[in-house]
């Protein structure tokens, strides 16, 4: 059983910024693909960012130039970085583990607020 844990979300003023960070149980975090995914009241969970185990990243088009993803292994951590928020952000983002073939596992998610 992995156990993923998020913190870092809030309410935020447009504009402003947000950390999200996801911690890991299991140092099998070091060989999995990390993810957060977003979902907005009444609609579908989407992709934001991902980022695999060699460090390679890809990010939503809603994302892109403002989020960035990163991880640090040695804390079985995955990071994103929310810079000139939007009102359309305001979503739970859910932090994902994905080991291919093997285990797939979300957290709880945290809520992100961005008022206008």
């Known amino acids: 059983q992995v156990q993923l844990v998020e913190s870092g979300g809030g309410l935020v003023q447009a504009g402003g910024s947000l950390r999200l960070s996801c911690a890991a149980s299991?140092?099998?975090?070091?060989?999995?693909?990390m993810g957060w995914y977003r979902q907005a009241p009444g609609k579908q969970r989407e992709l934001v960012a991902r980022i695999d185990r060699s460090g390679s990243t890809n990010y939503a088009d809603s994302a892109k130039g403002r989020f960035t993803i990163s991880r640090d292994n040695a804390k079985n951590t995955v990071y994103l970085q929310m810079n000139s928020l939007k009102p359309e952000d305001t979503a739970v983002y859910y932090c994902?583990?994905?080991?291919?073939?093997?285990?797939?596992?979300w957290g709880q998610g945290t809520q992100v607020t961005v008022s206008s």
């Open positions: 994902n583990l994905d080991l291919p073939g093997t285990m797939n596992y």
């Open positions: 299991r140092i099998i975090f070091n060989f999995a693909n």
